[in-house]
């Protein structure tokens, strides 16, 4: 009997060796690529030529191939989606069409005109022909999702031409195929295709968003929510299939809905990308590279003049819509380059299209698409992608170096969030309100405090403690943001977390509403009320009776002469920030002077984002605003504490009126920085006016609002 029984014959049919090899294809093929400063994505490519059947036939292109393949296409469109600024894809959607009729119409013309005159195709393949160029695949969206350019206004505007161009180019196989099935491509067959994908549409767009809200409210389990997740793009995906258009349009619509319920910096968010980036998409790649028969180069002849001809005007055809887009709208040169880059690699509708084409038979006996233009795309494919691949990294690296340069040149403050845990039933609606509040970039760490009254410690509380600290630090964590855990004991805890801030440098506490324990307690709590006095950095006290990334809008209070204070800019940028985290828009509520002062806030330091400023008359009573806050609703009260200048007598009511009228939603109190000198960003303060901290602040202040009444009265 032998001991070793090994069979080398090729290719591989072993499943537990398949999936090894693609592991170490996976593994390997970055780092190789990288050594040799080559995008990571072309190394998946030519190791999928290498081992495929025309290559060394190490690999079969089998069923799995075929699966992951299909998965990691529906990945690239669906993370395409989900990664999106839904505001600025909003803002630039009319910009996106007119780049997605560009980018179609270029091709189309350039294609059939190419195909007819130097390859003495017919009008019907050359159609077909001219189809294939001006579709394209996202292929380098992970290039541009690595860098985190994902968010940049050209990747908007190129990811919704994507979606018309390929919409269009399907829609032109379709009537081509259903000629030759024998269909009536008359009017009527318009009117068909077009009903099934609006009413298709607007089923999705309708149900899905309310399946996923209620999901994510009632199961916070990551797994469950992942597959839910997963389950919804293959439900898009399929139902598009069923009215005759590709599932990659149907994952591409389920990653917009789902946009606003899978923040950006969120534990799901993490899960869904690492996933897709480290086995769905490398499969996809590396079963493209396994379709390309290298050979067709040495071939010559017929073969190697389709296969010049379509890569030549593929690539030239998508270069001039980039261009042409450029001068429209006056984009920059590496915008320009950007837009190229991503929109001229073929792969998904292309084969899709050479494949239905060449599976057709004519009248005559002859293919649609004969086997030169099958040889011919793959080269096409190889090309386009190695092409795309370069550009798209280049772009991406100049971009990056733009953008640090001007950080460079905007000083901004640095924001570090500190986050109080002490009830387990909070801690994961604090930790995801600090995710999406903080810079999304940013460097600074964030802070978990517990901290342990001396007077009562024991080791039944201190296991407690740890465990909250370690199930904080497992929220960030699967965010991939790094958290600081402290554990500390003091004789008062508010002086515990004091002191904790100001030896870590916070700028930013998050707490927990207090829960009251008798009748004497204080609305916020002896912690709350202590720590408002003690510390004049911003404080943030919340509580949440849903998970953040459920939250449909945010109700914003804002009390007259909020703007002097010298944390209004802050906050105001981190709400919106918020905001466009969670894509749901925010309502401030506050006088006619300080709402002029925050849309100005808003348009120089966030630029146009979806944002409300209303009148609200009346401060004192907070009644009028019930109809205006809905349950999924998050009201946020910017108050201030005694002796600042937008102070006001009525925020001692403020306990009694959310008790009363907004006991049963969402709510944060927000106590700005009321520290240091104001933040004269807008230019609107007035330089007569005293600083809050000045010890002779009462004094001065008095003489400030003589000075203004006296100023109105002339």
Same mark, same amino acid.
């Given at each position: ?65 075929? +699966? ?7 990945? *690239? ?20 069409? $007119? ?9 189309? *013309? ?69 000629? !030759?099935?024998?269909? /009536? ?63 990659? #349009? ?117 293919? #649609? ?66 995710? $999406? ?16 009254? /001396? ?13 909250? +600290? ?80 459920? +939250? ?16 209004? $800019? ?100 927000? !106590? ?43």
């Amino acid at each position: 009997m032998d001991l070793f029984n090994f069979d080398f014959d090729l290719p591989v049919t072993n499943p537990t060796w398949i999936f090894f090899l693609v592991m170490v294809i996976i593994l390997f093929a970055p780092i190789i690529m990288g050594r040799l400063r080559i995008p990571h994505i072309i190394g998946m490519i030519l190791a999928g030529v290498i081992v495929g059947k025309y290559g060394f036939n190490i690999l079969e292109r089998d069923s799995s191939f075929e +699966l992951f393949g299909k998965v990691g296409l529906y990945y *690239i469109m669906f993370l395409a989606a989900l990664e999106m600024d839904m505001d600025d894809f909003k803002k630039n959607r009319i910009k996106g069409l $007119v780049f997605g009729l560009i980018t179609f119409s270029v091709p189309m *013309i350039l294609g059939i005109w190419s195909s007819m005159q130097f390859l003495n195709y017919s009008l019907i393949t050359s159609v077909l022909l001219a189809s294939m160029y001006a579709s394209h695949t996202l292929i380098t969206y992970p290039i541009v999702s690595r860098y985190g350019l994902s968010r940049q206004r050209i990747v908007s505007v190129t990811i919704g031409g994507t979606a018309v161009t390929v919409a269009l180019a399907l829609a032109v196989l379709a009537v081509i195929s259903g000629m !030759y099935k024998g269909e /009536d491509i008359g009017g009527w067959f318009w009117v068909q295709l077009l009903l099934k994908v609006f009413v298709l549409c607007g089923l999705i767009i309708f149900f899905m968003p309310r399946i996923a809200r209620w999901f994510f409210r009632k199961y916070e389990d990551p797994v469950m929510q992942f597959i839910f997740v997963l389950a919804m793009v293959f439900l898009g995906g399929g139902l598009m299939e069923l009215v005759g258009m590709e599932g990659i #349009l149907g994952a591409f619509l389920a990653g917009l809905v789902l946009n606003r319920f899978i923040p950006q910096i969120s534990p799901l968010m993490n899960r869904i990308e690492f996933v897709g980036n480290a086995l769905f998409i490398p499969y996809f790649l590396i079963g493209v590279g396994m379709i390309i028969d290298i050979n067709c180069f040495l071939k010559g002849g017929v073969v190697l003049k389709v296969a010049i001809v379509m890569s030549v005007v593929a690539t030239f055809s998508k270069w001039l819509s980039a261009w042409f887009t450029q001068k429209l709208y006056h984009y920059t040169k590496v915008e320009r380059k950007m837009m190229f880059g991503l929109s001229n690699s073929q792969a998904a509708a292309t084969l899709a299209a050479v494949l239905i084409g060449h599976e057709i038979i004519m009248e005559n006996g002859e293919r #649609l698409l004969n086997d030169d233009v099958l040889n011919g795309t793959v080269v096409m494919i190889l090309i386009t992608c190695i092409i795309s691949s370069i550009e798209t990294e280049r772009a991406a690296k100049r971009m990056i170096v733009n953008e640090i340069t001007d950080k460079d040149s905007k000083k901004s403050e640095s924001e570090k969030f500190l986050i109080s845990v002490s009830n387990p039933d909070s801690i994961k609606g604090l930790i995801e309100m600090a995710l $999406v509040m903080r810079k999304p970039k940013s460097k600074e760490e964030m802070i978990a405090l517990s901290v342990i009254n /001396d007077n009562n410690s024991s080791e039944a509380k201190e296991i407690v403690a740890k465990r909250n +600290l370690d199930n904080a630090a497992m929220i960030a964590a699967s965010a991939d943001v790094e958290l600081k855990t402290m554990l500390r004991y003091s004789l008062n805890i508010s002086q515990g977390i004091t002191h904790a801030m100001r030896e870590n440098d916070v700028t930013d506490l998050i707490i927990g509403l207090h829960r009251k324990v008798n009748i004497m307690d204080s609305f916020y709590g002896n912690v709350a009320d202590n720590l408002l006095k003690t510390n004049h950095r911003q404080i943030m006290i919340l509580k949440l009776l849903m998970p953040v990334n459920t +939250l449909r809008r945010i109700v914003v209070a804002v009390p007259p002469k909020s703007e002097y204070e010298v944390g209004f $800019v802050k906050w105001v940028n981190q709400l919106c920030r918020v905001a466009k985290q969670l894509g749901c828009r925010v309502h401030f509520f506050a006088c006619e002077e300080t709402g002029e002062k925050i849309s100005a806030v808003v348009k120089r330091q966030q630029g146009e984002t979806f944002t409300e400023v209303s009148l609200l008359e009346y401060w004192d009573d907070l009644l009028m605003l019930t109809s205006q806050v809905n349950y999924d609703h998050l009201f946020v009260i910017v108050s201030s504490r005694k002796g600042s200048i937008s102070y006001q007598p009525s925020f001692e009511e403020l306990p009694m009126q959310i008790t009363k009228y907004f006991s049963n939603n969402s709510f944060m109190m927000l !106590y700005p920085d009321q520290i240091g000198e104001p933040q004269d960003v807008l230019h609107f303060s007035d330089p007569r006016r005293p600083n809050s901290s000045d010890v002779y602040g009462n004094v001065g202040r008095w003489f400030y609002r003589l000075f203004k009444k006296d100023e109105k009265n002339g």
